[in-house]
């Protein structure tokens, strides 16, 4: 028997997102067919090669919380009743919920295990339009931006601090995109404030001009992009002899050494999505979708209208390749690093004291702790404040009984609960069916089903949808 429970009986039962019934969803349903046909003949010149990585990422992000591709039963209250929590997709940069996770777990990681309580800065490293084409197709050359940003760095702090051995402390991370989507490979790191001494101190950085790391940054990149053959070096002198390259750095303010908060916000925008469902309408009857944010510097628009396609063809180039790493960690930080300080005490110091105007930290006896990697329910608890694994009906806690994955388990579970019909109904993508997949009915509108997760298998995290959906609940 299946009994609806509404949801203000228990108004602080968790009520996670529907994702059938997203925008996002909803344009990739409808256009992702016409837009993967389409492609080469309308978008290959201007967004690159097809790349199969998009195939796989749209398919999972479209099975994402499908109960027809596995879940695991939640119960074992004392009321004896069940709920049914799918999978989800876990595809980063792409899915907002699952890649949302991800952004929290980074952003605890950073504050716990990897930075030193010393002041940090949050640098952002731009480079001209007129280079940008050629780190579309090529992700090494990616690697090597992130190179040349390490080495201005490190460069540039030295010289100002007069430690030729000093070493930085630095996170990269790798965004392509810009405020409307576009493709805008650029850096975000976020350094120490300073450079760290083998002897366990580290001295902090005064307020100085960063045009000369912009010089340097500039320098070195067009340097690597004539070794690649990606420009000549009549290109390259053209191009800095330009009152403005089109080379950036900025640096906002300084990060307290003890404000471990600050820390992980900004560790958690460095990793955000590429775009936000928040910002995105979408319009089914015109085929277009209106993405808001800041006002555009030379239209002075808040706003932008896509054709559907051309925003399918907009968020996909920022999927990253399998196994590429948009996060490094360089110095201080890096993972050798700070494996090798786990093994072998500071070396005693041994170097020319500081200047008397320096601001200098002892760190010599800091030790980042292991930091247990949050749950994804805990992670619940901590963003919308409500217990997700309790029970609607009973209010007890409950637990994991079993993870279903088994295709004919999974068939024979769904139709003796008579649930089997109303998951195949559920509108699919229609893109030709893969030789992995099972076809399915003719799309109807999407039942909507209050839906919880649980552990490292349940990845996603939401907006909560404002309508009141019932509860399933199991005899």
Same mark, same amino acid.
């Given at each position: 028997?299946?009994?609806? #429970?509404?949801?203000?009986?228990?108004?602080?039962?968790?009520?996670?997102?529907?994702?059938?019934?997203?925008?996002?969803?909803?344009? =990739?349903?409808?256009?992702?067919?016409?837009?993967?046909?389409?492609?080469?003949?309308?978008?290959?010149?201007?967004?690159?090669?097809?790349?199969?990585?998009?195939? !796989?990422?749209?398919?999972?992000?479209?099975?994402?919380?499908? *109960?027809?591709?596995?879940?695991?039963?939640?119960?074992?209250?004392?009321?004896?009743?069940?709920?049914? =929590?799918? %999978?989800?997709?876990?595809?980063?940069?792409?899915?907002?919920?699952?890649?949302?996770?991800?952004? *929290?777990?980074?952003?605890?990681?950073?504050?716990?295990?990897?930075?030193?309580?010393?002041?940090?800065?949050?640098?952002?490293?731009?480079?001209?339009?007129?280079?940008?084409?050629?780190?579309?197709?090529?992700?090494?050359?990616?690697?090597?931006?992130?190179?040349?940003?390490?080495?201005?760095?490190?460069?540039?702090?030295?010289?100002? *601090?007069?430690?030729?051995?000093?070493?930085?402390?630095?996170?990269?991370?790798?965004?392509?995109?810009?405020?409307?989507?576009?493709?805008?490979?650029?850096?975000?790191?976020?350094?120490?404030?300073? =450079? %760290?001494?083998?002897?366990?101190?580290?001295?902090?950085?005064?307020? +100085?001009?960063?045009?000369?790391?912009?010089?340097?940054?500039?320098?070195?990149?067009?340097?690597?992009?004539?070794?690649?053959?990606? #420009?000549?070096?009549?290109?390259?002198?053209?191009?800095?002899?330009?009152?403005?390259?089109?080379?950036?750095?900025?640096?906002?303010? +300084?990060?307290?050494?003890?404000?471990?908060?600050?820390?992980?916000?900004?560790?958690?925008?460095?990793?955000?999505?590429? %775009?936000?469902?928040?910002?995105?309408?979408?319009?089914?009857?015109?085929?277009?979708?209106?993405?808001?944010?800041?006002?555009?510097?030379?239209?002075?628009?808040?706003?932008? +209208?896509?054709?559907?396609?051309?925003?399918?063809?907009?968020?996909?180039?920022? #999927?990253?390749?399998? &196994?590429?790493?948009?996060?490094?960690?360089?110095?201080?930080?890096?993972?050798?690093?700070?494996?090798?300080?786990?093994?072998?005490?500071?070396?005693?110091?041994?170097?020319?004291?500081?200047?008397?105007?320096?601001?200098?930290?002892?760190?010599?006896?800091?030790?980042?702790?292991?930091?247990?990697?949050?749950?994804?329910?805990?992670?619940?608890?901590?963003?919308?404040?409500?217990?997700?694994?309790?029970?609607?009906?009973?209010?007890?806690?409950? !637990?994991?009984?079993?993870?279903?994955?088994?295709?004919?388990?999974?068939?024979?579970?769904?139709?003796? =609960?008579?649930?089997?019909?109303?998951?195949?109904?559920?509108?699919?993508?229609?893109?030709?069916? !893969?030789?992995?997949?099972?076809?399915?009915?003719?799309?109807?509108?999407?039942?909507?089903?209050?839906?919880?997760?649980?552990?490292?298998?349940?990845? &996603?995290?939401?907006?909560?949808?404002?309508?009141?959906?019932?509860?399933?609940?199991?005899?």
């Amino acid at each position: 028997m299946i009994l609806c #429970i509404p949801n203000y009986v228990h108004s602080k039962v968790y009520r996670p997102r529907q994702p059938r019934q997203s925008p996002l969803w909803r344009c =990739l349903y409808d256009h992702y067919a016409a837009f993967k046909s389409n492609y080469k003949q309308t978008f290959e010149q201007t967004h690159g090669f097809w790349r199969e990585v998009v195939d !796989r990422v749209v398919q999972q992000f479209l099975e994402c919380g499908d *109960l027809a591709k596995g879940f695991a039963r939640i119960g074992a209250c004392g009321c004896g009743k069940e709920h049914l =929590l799918p %999978f989800s997709c876990k595809c980063r940069n792409f899915c907002p919920s699952c890649h949302q996770k991800k952004v *929290l777990l980074f952003g605890e990681h950073v504050r716990h295990e990897i930075v030193y309580p010393v002041p940090h800065r949050q640098y952002v490293l731009t480079i001209p339009k007129r280079l940008r084409c050629y780190f579309r197709n090529n992700h090494k050359l990616l690697g090597q931006l992130c190179l040349a940003a390490r080495d201005s760095l490190k460069t540039f702090l030295r010289t100002q *601090l007069g430690l030729p051995e000093g070493e930085v402390g630095m996170i990269l991370v790798i965004h392509t995109f810009g405020e409307y989507l576009g493709w805008h490979p650029h850096l975000h790191i976020l350094c120490a404030d300073g =450079l %760290f001494r083998q002897s366990g101190l580290f001295q902090c950085m005064r307020p +100085v001009d960063l045009q000369e790391l912009e010089l340097l940054f500039r320098d070195r990149v067009l340097n690597f992009l004539v070794q690649a053959g990606k #420009i000549d070096q009549a290109t390259a002198d053209q191009i800095s002899a330009w009152p403005h390259s089109g080379f950036g750095v900025d640096n906002g303010s +300084v990060i307290a050494k003890n404000d471990t908060a600050a820390i992980e916000r900004v560790a958690q925008y460095m990793l955000r999505n590429p %775009f936000a469902l928040s910002k995105m309408t979408y319009n089914e009857h015109s085929a277009t979708v209106i993405y808001r944010s800041k006002p555009d510097y030379h239209s002075k628009c808040n706003f932008k +209208v896509f054709s559907a396609e051309a925003f399918i063809a907009a968020i996909t180039q920022h #999927i990253p390749a399998h &196994g590429f790493q948009n996060v490094r960690y360089y110095g201080w930080y890096s993972n050798k690093t700070r494996g090798q300080r786990r093994k072998q005490t500071l070396a005693a110091a041994t170097e020319d004291p500081p200047t008397a105007d320096a601001d200098v930290i002892d760190v010599s006896d800091y030790q980042p702790k292991k930091h247990a990697s949050k749950k994804w329910r805990e992670l619940i608890k901590k963003v919308w404040e409500v217990e997700p694994l309790i029970c609607p009906k009973c209010g007890k806690p409950m !637990r994991v009984i079993a993870l279903i994955d088994d295709p004919g388990v999974i068939f024979e579970i769904l139709s003796h =609960l008579g649930l089997w019909e109303a998951v195949n109904e559920q509108t699919r993508s229609r893109a030709p069916p !893969r030789q992995d997949s099972a076809a399915y009915s003719s799309p109807e509108e999407p039942r909507q089903y209050a839906i919880l997760y649980e552990d490292a298998f349940f990845d &996603g995290i939401d907006q909560l949808p404002e309508d009141e959906f019932p509860t399933i609940l199991i005899d």
